[in-house]
């Protein structure tokens, strides 16, 4: 049973911090092989620490309400909302005694919206009907409310809760829903009624006002869109004939082409969906690559200063192990000690070289490997071939640091040339959009 627990727990543990081998991928660049398991145990632990944190602070705080929640007091009523407003649900313990024996239970009671009087219900009912005319549709300079699109008739007032019924003296040219159809205008331009009843309460009030519609090519769209709605619904309620025709043309003169839509657009969606997922898995260990990228190309940065410290100390008359281990005891020492990579990584060389009587070489060719950086590896193969030549390797080593810092000022310019070539893609887009506002504006002048 403890086994299985203990397997539970592992499984458990690696699904909620991580993948190990990918963070002992990473961490093993920091760490070092040896370090790496240690390293990836504490990430794991720090991990699930934050986990534990979590939970017994919202259990914590779950058990403090349960335990001293206050009580909110006797309550003798309760307070309705304004008048049009909606109801509201208010949680109630109630306390009842019988027989000796004491009852609590939990309630919800909702309270409705507190009803106008007949009074004020026509009050409102009257000022809104007032209202609406304008609300629908201003009149114009010569007291006329002409239609210029369709008409948003709204058929319910959230505020006071009025319900309007829309009617229309000619539902052909505006329907109850507010469609305007200038193609069905018999003469040049009409005079539409429409008549609101305004309900509140059990109490009703109408109004009526006039819409004038004019033959106006502005609209003529609208009025065919409106027109292939009614077709549409026409066809999917056809469930006689074996083959449903679709008409070429329309009454008034509207020619229609049919084409037969594709699933295109949902099938693009779902595309899109399952790439921005797929996306988001395989970056999921982006964020660990990008450090295990910074972490050396911080090493690769300072490198030619360690190179720099190990000539001078070479050619003051210290042997290759006394200027390593010089090096290390003064990055040791160093205030800015913690903030080097590199400085880190000499040091462990050097403690370990002390305290294991390592090859110094072997030790700085498994940091190469660590690193995958050829100009270490470059330094390793100089330092194993010339250990006992001392002027021959401070020579070769002037020179490697030459040629890494000529690299680093190569490499500097090329990311400022690609830099260059990238900025003119958002440059291009900003040409593109500059071209567009300037000329679209005066081409739709025409």
Request: hydrophobic share 40%.
């Amino acid at each position: 049973m403890n086994k299985r627990i203990k397997l539970f727990w592992d499984w458990m543990s690696e699904k909620l911090t991580g993948d190990g081998n990918v963070l002992r991928e990473n961490l093993e660049v920091v760490y070092g092989r040896n370090g790496a398991d240690e390293a990836v145990r504490e990430y794991r632990r720090k991990k699930l620490n934050l986990y534990a944190a979590v939970f017994v602070t919202i259990a914590l705080c779950v058990i403090c309400l349960i335990v001293f929640q206050k009580d909110s007091g006797h309550v003798e009523s309760l307070i309705r909302e304004e008048s049009g407003r909606g109801g509201v649900n208010v949680s109630l313990k109630a306390e009842a005694e019988y027989g000796g024996e004491e009852i609590r239970e939990n309630l919800y009671v909702n309270i409705p919206k507190r009803q106008f009087t007949e009074d004020e219900a026509e009050s409102i009912l009257k000022n809104y009907a007032k209202k609406l005319p304008d609300m629908i549709l201003e009149k114009s300079e010569n007291g006329e409310r002409i239609a210029e699109s369709d008409l948003r008739l709204p058929i319910e007032d959230t505020e006071y809760g009025i319900s309007i019924v829309w009617d229309s003296s000619d539902p052909v040219i505006i329907s109850k829903e507010g469609f305007v159809d200038v193609i069905a205008l018999a003469e040049g331009e009409e005079k539409i009624t429409l008549y609101a009843e305004l309900s509140l309460d059990g109490v009703n009030a109408e109004t009526e006002f006039d819409v004038l519609v004019r033959d106006d090519p502005g609209m003529y769209e609208g009025a065919v869109k409106g027109r292939l709605r009614e077709l549409s619904e026409s066809l999917s309620h056809n469930t006689a004939d074996e083959i449903v025709e679709l008409p070429e043309e329309l009454e008034k003169g509207i020619y229609v082409s049919w084409k037969k839509g594709g699933s295109s657009a949902w099938f693009s969606v779902l595309m899109l969906g399952v790439f921005i997922i797929a996306a988001l898995y395989i970056s999921r260990h982006n964020r660990a690559k990008k450090d295990m990228k910074k972490y050396r190309e911080a090493v690769a940065d300072e490198f030619p200063v360690f190179i720099d410290k190990l000539v001078m100390l070479l050619n003051s008359g210290l042997t290759v192990y006394g200027a390593m281990m010089r090096i290390s005891e003064d990055y040791k020492r160093s205030e800015d000690f913690n903030k080097s990579k590199l400085g880190n990584e000499i040091v462990n060389i050097g403690k370990k070289v002390k305290d294991t009587n390592a090859s110094v070489a072997e030790e700085w060719r498994n940091f190469a490997s660590r690193m995958e950086s050829g100009d270490i590896f470059r330094f390793c193969t100089i330092l194993e071939d010339n250990m006992s030549k001392g002027s021959e390797l401070c020579v070769k080593l002037e020179h490697e640091s030459d040629n890494m810092r000529d690299m680093k000022k190569k490499n500097i310019q090329k990311y400022i040339r690609e830099l260059d070539s990238k900025m003119m893609i958002p440059m291009m887009i900003m040409l593109c959009s500059l071209i567009l506002v300037t000329v679209v504006p005066a081409m739709a002048g025409f």
